[in-house]
Nanobody, 123 residues
Framework: QVQLVESGGGLVQAGGSLRLSCAAS????????MVWFRQAPRKEREFVAG????????NSADSVKGRFTISRDNAKNTVYLQMNSLKPEDTAVYYC????????????????WGQGTQVTVAS
């Protein structure tokens, strides 16, 4: 079993940047496909980005393409989400999740979830 803890959220002005981190403990992160989801108030949870076990393949939602980058450092047991050119509509709680089967798409089910970190983008 793996425990996931997100950090790096906060309040930022539109156009600004944040880097979220998802630190894993309990098991080595390299065995999991990893993703970021987000959920805004009164909206459904939304896939943001995913990354393969080795980090060699990534995918992301159209709404964040060109602005957000997912990466991972398996030696540090951490996954990152670099968010640039932030918009007010990016405001949400951001969650990282892990797939034992190595999945990293928006269509997959995930086995472990973090508690989330709040990102607020002011206009």
């Amino acid at each position: 079993q793996v425990q996931l803890v997100e950090s790096g959220g906060g309040l930022v002005q539109a156009g600004g940047s944040l880097r979220l981190s998802c630190a894993a403990s309990g098991r080595t992160l390299s065995t999991y496909g990893m993703v970021w989801f987000r959920q805004a108030p009164r909206k459904e949870r939304e896939f943001v980005a995913g990354i393969s076990r080795t980090g060699g393949t990534t995918n992301s939602a159209d709404s964040v393409k060109g602005r957000f980058t997912i990466s991972r450092d398996n030696a540090k047991n951490t996954v990152y989400l670099q968010m640039n050119s932030l918009k007010p509509e990016d405001t949400a709680v951001y969650y990282c999740a892990a797939s034992v089967s190595g999945y990293y798409s928006k269509y997959s089910r995930y086995d472990y979830w973090g508690q989330g970190t709040q990102v607020t983008v002011a206009s």
